[in-house]
């Protein structure tokens, strides 16, 4: 891996699944929200579950220009409320903006990766860290109660640019705040599909299968931890 980075001098890193992981095991359905809604979902198939996520998520998805946290917490009142709709939970008001606060302000649902920090400050004294993350705006509180904040001089989040990964504009947007050519980067990334628009700049592309459901077949360079990075 040394080989690789030797050259490079901007490290990009995803947040989810590459930095940290939902406390949970899922990154909208908090332990808050399995508190509330307790039993009711036991009725519903995976497949019944996530389609229900997935009708909810077009709000978010159409709509993801987010200045600040209280637009973030009115948002997942209106995804967590759609939530409860398809699934007929019957959740009320008050449950529904319980579930929405907790998501927004809660840094409790996330959990750092134990090498995470050790592998980011040795990473920093020999390259430029940056991040390209789909989040929403409390991403730097949440980053702040991991502990990785301080190690990153770059961040480009979907929310200030009002599309997802792998559009090109949030590639473009992080090679710009860098000054560096693409060729001079590396993207670390879960997913294949953002990886191959980070590629398709000409950026370096690394999967990372912390989550065992990142662990596919892949053209690119594979690590199951970050601290393969500095073998």
């Given at each position: 891996m040394y080989d690789l980075l030797k050259d490079k001098k901007v490290i990009f890193f995803d947040v989810g699944y590459t930095l940290d992981y939902p406390a949970s095991g899922d990154w909208m359905?908090?332990?808050?929200?399995?508190?509330?809604?307790g039993d009711k979902l036991s009725g519903y198939s995976p497949e019944e579950i996530q389609r229900a996520k997935e009708l909810s998520m077009q709000f978010l998805?159409?709509?993801?220009?987010?200045k600040g946290t209280e637009e973030e917490y009115q948002q997942f009142?209106?995804?967590y409320s759609d939530i409860s709709r398809y699934l007929?939970?019957?959740?009320?008001?008050?449950?529904?903006?319980a579930i929405a606060y907790?998501?927004?302000n809660n840094m409790d649902n996330y959990i750092v990766y134990p090498d995470a920090k050790v592998v980011l400050e040795e990473l920093s004294k020999t390259h430029m860290l940056g991040i390209i993350s789909d989040t929403w705006p409390s991403i730097e509180q949440q980053l702040c109660a991991i502990g990785v904040r301080d190690y990153f001089t770059i961040s480009t989040y979907s929310c200030e640019l009002g599309k997802f990964k792998p559009d090109e504009l949030l590639y473009r947007d992080a090679l710009r705040k860098s000054g560096c050519k693409a060729?001079?980067?590396?993207?670390i990334d879960d997913a294949t599909r953002n990886l191959e628009g980070a590629a398709?700049?000409?950026i370096t592309p690394i999967l990372i299968a912390a989550n065992p459901a990142s662990d596919v077949?892949?053209?690119?360079?594979?690590?199951?931890?970050?601290?393969?990075?500095l073998k």
């Open positions: 359905f908090t332990k808050k929200f399995y508190e509330i809604v998805e159409q709509n993801h220009l987010v009142i209106r995804f007929n939970l019957s959740l009320t008001t008050e449950e529904v903006k907790d998501r927004t060729e001079e980067t590396v993207f398709k700049l000409g077949d892949s053209p690119y360079l594979k690590i199951h931890s970050l601290s393969e990075l």
